[in-house]
């Protein structure tokens, strides 16, 4: 059997004149391991046959088709699909990842000495000056776990190949139909034109659908070969070992501050655990470090991002992606700085927090998409002062006092963020009008429980002055839409729905014109009311959509309704967004809690949310991201965690082990909405999708921190499990203080 053999991707030089190959937006990268498939060689009919013989295990199958190139089926099947080096021999799990990358750890490739997958580097201003001229410094070393994001529905795909017109149909649960599309007809060797994907309503995805998976490809090929419609769907232990993971991350941070606790100058070295492949490149990293200034002012910072190979389950983006780490080492840092220093935590937070104007500020840093970062979010320190109003901290501290003197923990926990949302590269739309007067709005974007029909359909009513149900919205297919990025990284309304107004504008502009060369009069002199084009001055002179669409579908032969028309049939427009730089969102939660000694379980009381995506389009969506994206944080914060042992194979694989948070765990986010219109886009939207879920974790670890201050506990880890808690409750006791 002929083994082809992997990619030569050692040298950045190299890696960036390859056209298959996307290098990420940073600075340096070194050792970049990425087996994407869509980026992949096109299968070799041999190996596939050869590896679907029923002989063969079904993780080798995946195992050599995840790689780009074929493992010799007689090589050694390793228990975990994921879990081992692609070899097939054997190596030890070390969880520390940094002691991953010294010399003589045991390699994961063999092709990528010391374990780097890549190190993402940025910089702005001199950090080092500061650190030099004897500033005091507040160092401190935090922690995030893996986790896993279990969507309700697991990952499926389906697909059939029709003979007569030659074309692959797949139907997908991904959240990038066109990435999906675009790396079939690459891998099959097929036109693009010839493959079609479809999303039809999807259970959930929050970012691990984003990746082009081996699955999708095996069942494509299938159907090519059997001429049969083949259908597979995960099942919940494959969601756990086969489906990305993320969060796992180890901070080395130190600041630079001045007596009043303002940071002149931090650093940052982390290490970011991508498993044993990075089949979203280097992309958490690059948003973590381009996130680790946070809503602060902070002119001089290096932040140093290394992804380690380890033997564990591929990382990927899940909900956040990389901001969750940025956010909890920020604030904890904050709240070291404020320790240190003995002052107030909240002063601290005041002290660095940004004051934007009415123009973005450039931070100095690399936008993790590539180009210049600029921040143009709302203040946040209005939303600070808000929170506090609400939560009246001194009524607080009076209950806490009488909580501990009856044997009851009280925290509370107050965290600042910022997101960088409603990036490019674009988004298309196109507005229909149909000859009966209803409007078919179409987009490259796919759903999975967003509500973009409900949005998509009042942008455009809103625009077209005619009611939503009129209205049909289409996502997710790529034969109806050709181009599209995906549905990812809180963009969607910004983007997406920014093409379907300017769209929508496109078409009430064009039927302005028509109805103006059908009457022989200016535009000036039209009036829109509710979808219907009337002549001012002129009662009972007026012609609805319907008309007008049937007219410009007929094209009458007449110049002025030519021109009008532009030269094109229809009363239709298609348009893109192109987003320059992203638009941030911001805002402040706090939580108060109560922690519970005997079982280690923490109750959160109270959950306040303060935030400001600019304008609102659907309060009701919105409020529901928020819900959803905390009851994840919630989980991310005190029970989920995915536990190897030392050989790295998964111990959580089941939901019996892997805990995730029910209704009774998540509390009812109280939401005060704040509405700053962002001046990137038409609709005056910043994203939503993640705030929800960004500060949870910072804002529990203060929370439980506040609690447990009689025992004296540091939170340096998360998550804060019942076990651990219950071990530091052990402890105390130990020491005899209880």
């Known amino acids: 059997m002929d083994v082809a053999a992997p990619l030569p991707l050692q040298d950045l030089a190299r890696l960036q004149s390859d056209p298959r190959f996307v290098v990420e937006s940073i600075q340096s990268m070194d050792n970049l391991h990425m087996p994407l498939n869509e980026l992949q060689e096109p299968l070799k009919d041999v190996r596939v046959r050869q590896a679907l013989n029923y002989a063969v295990d079904k993780e080798a199958i995946v195992r050599s088709i995840y790689l780009g190139y074929a493992t010799p089926l007689d090589s050694p099947i390793t228990p975990t699909v994921w879990g081992y080096a692609h070899t097939g021999d054997h190596y030890p799990y070390d969880p520390d990842k940094a002691r991953a990358l010294l010399p003589g750890a045991p390699m994961v490739h063999p092709e990528c000495p010391g374990n780097l997958a890549g190190l993402v580097v940025q910089e702005t201003g001199k950090p080092d000056r500061y650190f030099r001229e004897g500033a005091l410094v507040v160092r401190g070393r935090w922690r995030m776990a893996r986790g896993s994001a279990q969507p309700m529905e697991t990952r499926g795909a389906a697909a059939l190949w029709d003979k007569g017109t030659r074309t692959l149909t797949v139907w997908s649960s991904t959240q990038v139909p066109h990435r999906v599309r675009s790396g079939l007809a690459r891998m099959l060797d097929l036109p693009e034109a010839q493959v ?370 532009d030269g094109e049939p229809g009363l239709e427009a298609t348009r893109f967004c192109t987003p320059v730089h992203s638009t941030w969102a911001a805002g402040v939660h706090a939580a108060v809690v109560e922690v519970v000694p005997d079982t280690g379980f923490v109750k959160v009381l109270r959950y306040l949310v303060v935030h400001d995506c600019g304008r609102l389009i659907n309060p009701m969506i919105v409020d529901g991201q928020v819900q959803g994206a905390l009851a994840q944080g919630i989980g991310g914060a005190l029970y989920e965690r995915l536990v190897f042992d030392r050989t790295g194979q998964l111990l959580t694989a089941t939901l019996m082990d892997y805990l995730l948070p029910t209704a009774s765990e998540v509390p009812g986010a109280e939401i005060r909405h704040v509405e700053t219109p962002s001046a990137t886009n038409a609709l005056g939207a910043r994203g939503a999708g993640e705030g929800g879920i960004i500060p949870v974790n910072a804002v529990i670890a203060q929370a439980v921190e506040d609690a447990l201050r009689p025992l004296g506990v540091q939170v340096d880890a998360m998550p804060l499990t019942p076990d651990l808690i219950r071990q530091w409750f052990a402890n105390f006791s130990a020491r005899g203080d209880a």
């Open 196 to 565: 079609v994907v479809r999303v039809p309503d999807v259970g959930g995805g929050f970012g691990p659908k984003t990746v082009f998976y081996p699955e999708e490809v095996l069942v494509a090929w299938l159907a090519l070969r059997t001429g049969r419609h083949v259908h597979w769907v995960e099942d919940r232990r494959e969601t756990f070992i086969a489906t990305v993971h993320e969060r796992d991350q180890i901070h080395e941070v130190e600041a630079a501050v001045t007596p009043e606790g303002r940071i002149l100058a931090l650093r940052d070295r982390f290490w970011h655990d991508t498993g044993a492949y990075c089949p979203g490149g280097l992309g958490v990293v690059s948003i973590t470090a381009a996130s680790m200034l946070g809503p602060y002012r902070i002119e001089h910072a290096r932040i140093e991002g290394y992804g380690v190979y380890t033997n564990l389950v591929p990382v990927s983006a899940y909900r956040g992606a990389g901001r969750p780490q940025a956010t909890f080492v920020l604030e904890r840092l904050m709240d070291a700085v404020a320790d240190q220093l003995r002052l107030d935590r909240l002063e601290v937070r005041r002290r660095n927090l940004a004051r934007p104007g009415p123009r973005a500020v450039r931070t100095g840093l690399v936008q993790w998409q590539g180009g210049a970062q600029f921040y143009d979010g709302p203040a946040v320190e209005p939303m600070l002062d808000q929170a506090l109003r609400e939560l009246d901290l001194h009524a607080f501290r009076r209950e806490q006092e009488r909580a501990l003197a009856s044997g009851r923990y009280l925290g509370v926990g107050i965290a600042c963020y910022a997101e960088d949302t409603g990036g490019g590269p674009f988004e298309g739309a196109t507005v229909r009008v149909e000859a009966s007067g209803n409007v078919t709005v179409v987009t490259g974007t796919s759903a999975q429980g967003q509500g973009h029909e409900t949005v998509f359909a009042q942008i455009c009513a809103d625009r077209l002055g005619i009611p939503p149900e009129r209205i049909t919205i289409r996502t997710g297919d790529t034969g109806a839409f050709y181009q599209g990025i995906g549905t990812m990284a809180s963009r969607i309304g910004v983007v997406a729905g920014s093409a379907v107004a300017d769209a929508a504008d496109a078409v009430r502009a064009r039927a302005l014109r028509l109805a103006a060369a059908l009457w022989e009069v200016s535009v000036d002199d039209l009036v829109w009311d509710q979808g219907v084009v009337k002549l001012a001055g002129v009662p009972g002179r007026q012609v609805d959509l319907a008309t007008l669409a049937r007219v410009a579908g007929g094209m009458p032969e007449s110049d002025a309704v030519r021109q009008a028309l």
